[in-house]
């Protein structure tokens, strides 16, 4: 029996297509193609018929939702992305202001010393700073854990498949006697 499609827009660009167009900058679901519900005269399609119909339905709503998530995570990301080049460029703008600031620094201590020593001092001071940035830093990365609910997940697992030791023993994968590989 012939069905007549229904398309339901999700968005004002009308275009062609289902799913998000790949080269776009600006992804989008242009339309849920869904058949028509009643396309069958009362009492005319069997039970399973109509199972096909449903599961043919909920797979193409699975899919459409899913792509309607990827087109609103893409939007979100690329905001994201440009929100995070502008603080990388802000950064590096900070960073390469700050040999001013160091400079100023050194130009105001030579009114108190000679003009050497000055920028040797502020010099000094740059290298306590960068020494304790990185004490912190150290500890910090000493601070990371193993996953150790990963590594016990998968020990577990291990255990669920069965294995010949000596296969594994050696490092070769085989087929164990139950017909499962390792």
Do not use: C
């Not at 040797?120 to 150290?138: E, H, P, R, Y």
């Amino acid at each position: 029996m012939a069905r007549n499609p229904r398309r339901i827009p999700v968005s004002n660009n009308h275009s062609d297509g289902l799913y998000t167009d790949r080269d776009s900058f600006n992804p989008q679901v242009n339309a849920i193609p869904l058949s028509d519900v009643d396309s069958r005269s009362q009492g005319q399609g069997s039970i399973a018929d109509l199972l096909k119909d449903a599961s043919a339905q909920f797979s193409t709503l699975v899919r459409t939702e899913i792509e309607l998530a990827k087109a609103e995570i893409s939007e979100s990301a690329k905001k994201a992305g440009i929100g995070a080049g502008l603080f990388a460029a802000a950064a590096v703008i900070l960073a390469y202001s700050s040999f001013f600031l160091f400079f100023t620094i050194a130009e105001v201590l030579q009114t108190f010393m000679w003009r050497w020593a000055a920028f040797l001092v502020v010099f000094l001071f740059m290298l306590v700073l960068v020494a304790v940035l990185a004490l912190i830093g150290l500890k910090q990365v000493k601070k990371i854990k193993k996953p150790e609910k990963t590594i016990e997940s998968v020990n577990e697992l291990k255990q669920v498949v069965p294995a010949n030791n000596n296969q594994l023993s050696r490092g070769k994968a085989g087929r164990t006697e139950n017909g499962m590989y390792t």
